[in-house]
């Protein structure tokens, strides 16, 4: 069953890192408020903030065109679906949004940890290789025209799983 089924879990669609400690975090918000007034923090995590925009490739240009240099905001990822972090779960997903995605390479990144049909946390390789099984591209590691991402992440009492599909350069990275 998809979270966003259920009502709040898809409360966000936006996963900002920052720098870790409260003034950081302050100071990361502040930065996003000013920049994508609209923004929302729906909740926090150490050096986590899941937030929900109106659309989130278009708030990561804002942020690329307008970050001071020195920031506390280290990366900023769009989410496209949020899961259960049962792999069975994220291989559909990630399967209906590369139909949308168009042509070409791809790339599976994992941060966290997924869960077999059972409850048993599996390896990321083991994860990776159940979500890429059916997939019939052609993989490129370096350089994928398609990234794959998913994330792990703890919203309120629940572990679930943020997926991203689509061009790598829409994930904003300001660690050089």
Avoid at 28 to 48: D, G
Avoid at 59 to 88: H, Q
Avoid at 103 to 117: K, M, N, P, V
Avoid at 146 to 170: D, H
Wanted: with cysteine; net charge positive.
């Amino acid at each position: 069953m998809a979270l966003g089924d259920t009502g709040g879990w898809r409360a966000f669609n936006l996963i900002v890192t920052h720098l870790p400690g409260p003034g950081s975090k302050r100071r990361a918000i502040w930065t996003l408020k000013q920049l994508i007034p609209e923004l929302t923090v729906v909740h926090s995590r150490p050096n986590i903030l899941l937030c929900r925009v109106e659309d989130p490739i278009k708030a990561i240009e804002v942020l690329r065109s307008n970050l001071p240099p020195k920031t506390s905001i280290l990366r900023v990822i769009p989410v496209l679906d949020v899961r259960s972090v049962r792999v069975r779960d994220v291989k559909a997903s990630v399967e209906k949004l590369l139909l949308k995605a168009g042509e070409g390479s791809f790339a599976i990144r994992l941060d966290g940890h997924l869960e077999d049909d059972n409850g048993r946390l599996m390896s990321r390789r083991e994860s990776i290789e159940v979500i890429a099984s059916d997939i019939d591209r052609r993989v490129n590691l370096r350089n994928p025209d398609i990234l794959v991402y998913v994330k792990a992440v703890k919203f309120g009492r629940r572990w679930v799983a943020a997926i991203y599909v689509g061009s790598p350069s829409n994930i904003l990275s300001t660690v050089k």
